[in-house]
């Protein structure tokens, strides 16, 4: 099972300036009403037109900015770099800011007394690099994201390590241009900054040349676009491109991704897409697009290049009940299901549970409506790339016997109509007032019967004609739509309305979800006739796949026994 846990972490470069940097309170303080005089302001060996603010960190409180004044003057009389600390910096990102402009002082207090070139001027400058890291770093974290301020910080960072030593940073163009470039800052401007007369000119020169190098190579992979379905990234083999400001996509990467259909009618250049029932027919360099039979005017037309045919993505993921959003700064599409109509609902809720024994025996991820993002991805080792479209359909097709949408509305009908259920009944209806000298004749040497019919009646006994084995046909019917909606059988809607009726008849007859898992296993093998004589429910290979998830806690948190007081809300 694949797990999506993600957990953003700053540099660990916690340090002080000295004693007296502790005092500052740094990130953990909340944010005091009173700030500096006129706000926060330059130090003197900084333009004012060059310093960054940080709002509402608290550096800023008087109490911590009254500290960081002090440390200003200190510098300004000539301070050092102390000796402790300087290999880090911590504390929130305008602590860290402060922190790094107070050592640039201090490499100019030493190029004062030993010359620009010494080593204390190098050690205080790569200690000034390492805290603009840290409130670079802390900055992003805080912010979600990088922005202007981010990239600043970037800027200060690399000059500054880039004046302690050019062999500092192995690739420079790697890791200045997307700064430059988010600030519209030319080259040269990255070098007008104190401390440069460090470098060499042989040493300047490779360092502009490592970033002139990396520029085309930077603006190519900056202009490429990529897909994602459901927050996942679409893997093609032919890169998307825009034509009329639409982004263009090879036809079989979204269309499949989403479970369609593809067929090329050579004789008319004509694209047939089909999902879920609902057929899209597209023609090369036509703007008319058939939805259903009906004409659906485009804005772009597809087109064919290097022998990929080319469709706007937007009129494809909309035709099959998609949303598609474009982030320009990050040159995303980003397509999802629709769930708009469900959206106040807790159908999703109840699906889950019910599918998630059968989806985690199947290699799927019990915690994810239809099994399995809809998106090709790798396996958790790397090794291989899971389809869940195809991988959903060998499933109904070897498991189930169900071939395509409409053996799936077929096996769905028998399923809401009790098919297992009813079989079983009748037989415990014939068996569970027998002797055993009547169940032998009945039996007639059969194997199976002979061992099928005291556990048919012991199912009767324990279950009754009210709950049966109903749990089996209702969480096997959940599975099966869910399934079917990541093959690109069903609409996301159809199956959301199977499961809410599956979960309606749950509710009917069962309080939680240890007996719909103990009624469900029952239920299974009993339909498939094997033998469970000396075998309690929860020392099967079901029961023990069930109880391991419950044991552990990101699954067990599915199996909410809250969902059977609340019931089933659908909206309606």
Not at 38 to 49: K, N, R
Not at 299 to 317: F, K, L, W
Request: charged share 25%; glycine share 8%; net charge negative.
């Amino acid at each position: 099972m694949r797990r999506f846990l993600s957990l953003l972490l700053t540099l660990s470069l916690t340090l002080a300036l000295s004693p007296a940097t502790l005092a500052l309170t740094g990130g953990d303080t909340a944010i005091a009403q009173a700030q500096p005089a006129g706000g926060p302001s330059a130090p003197s060996w900084v333009e004012e037109s060059d310093y960054l603010i940080f709002p509402g960190d608290p550096v800023y409180e008087l109490e911590n900015w009254g500290e960081i004044r002090k440390l200003r003057r200190e510098a300004e009389d000539g301070a050092s770099l102390p000796a402790e600390g300087r290999d880090w910096a911590d504390g929130s990102p305008g602590k860290c800011y402060e922190t790094a402009l107070l050592r640039l002082k201090y490499a100019w207090n030493a190029a004062d007394t030993a010359g620009i070139t010494s080593l204390e001027v190098g050690q205080a400058l790569l200690s000034a690099g390492k805290a603009f890291s840290a409130a670079e770093s802390g900055w992003i974290d805080q912010n979600r994201g990088k922005d202007a301020l981010a990239h600043r910080l970037a800027v200060e960072k690399y000059r500054a390590y880039l004046a302690y030593h050019p062999a500092y940073v192995d690739d420079w163009g790697r890791g200045i241009i997307p700064a430059l470039d988010a600030l519209s800052m030319p080259v040269e401007e990255f070098f007008d900054t104190p401390f440069m007369d460090r470098l060499s000119p042989e040493e300047r020169t490779a360092v502009e040349q490592s970033v002139y190098d990396y520029w085309d190579f930077y603006l190519e992979q900056r202009n490429l676009i990529s897909v994602y379905v459901d927050g996942a990234v679409l893997l093609m083999d032919t890169l998307p491109q825009v034509k009329d400001q639409r982004t263009m996509v090879p036809i079989r990467a979204v269309a499949e991704a989403l479970g369609a259909d593809v067929e090329w009618m050579e004789g008319s250049n004509q694209v047939i897409m089909t999902r879920a029932g609902k057929t899209v027919v597209m023609a090369l360099d036509s703007t008319i697009a058939m939805v259903d039979g009906k004409p659906v005017k485009m804005d772009v037309a597809p087109y064919a290049e290097e022998n990929r045919t080319y469709i706007p993505a937007r009129y494809v993921a909309e035709f099959f009940g998609q949303t598609v959003s474009w982030d320009q700064n990050s040159r995303q599409v980003d397509i999802r299901e629709d769930k708009t109509a469900w959206a106040d609902t807790n159908i999703e809720a109840w699906a889950k549970p019910m599918g998630a024994l059968l989806s985690l025996l199947s290699g799927g991820d019990p915690a994810a409506f239809g099994g399995w993002p809809r998106a090709s991805h790798p396996n958790e080792l790397g090794t291989a790339l899971v389809e869940p479209i195809q991988l959903c359909r060998d499933i109904l097709w070897e498991e189930w016997g169900v071939k395509g949408r409409e053996e799936l509305l077929a096996e769905v009908e028998a399923i809401r109509a009790g098919e297992n259920s009813v079989l079983f009944l009748e037989s415990a209806r014939k068996v569970k007032d027998m002797t055993a000298a009547q169940a032998r004749a009945y039996a007639k040497g059969n194997e199976v019967d002979k061992y099928m019919w005291p556990q048919t009646r012991s199912l009767w006994k324990k279950w009754g004609s009210e709950k049966g084995i109903a749990a089996w046909d209702l969480c096997r019917g959940a599975a099966l739509a869910q399934w079917g909606y990541t093959a690109g059988y069903f609409t996301y809607d159809e199956a959301m309305g199977a499961v809410a009726d599956f979960a309606g008849e749950l509710t009917k007859t069962f309080s939680n979800w240890d007996e719909v898992y103990e009624n469900m296993i029952d239920g299974y093998y009993w339909c498939a006739r094997e033998d469970m004589t000396d075998m309690d429910t929860w020392e099967s290979e079901f029961g023990v796949t069930y109880q391991a998830m419950r044991a552990t806690m990101e699954l067990n948190a599915i199996f909410d026994d809250g969902l059977f007081g609340a019931g089933v809300q659908n909206g309606n």
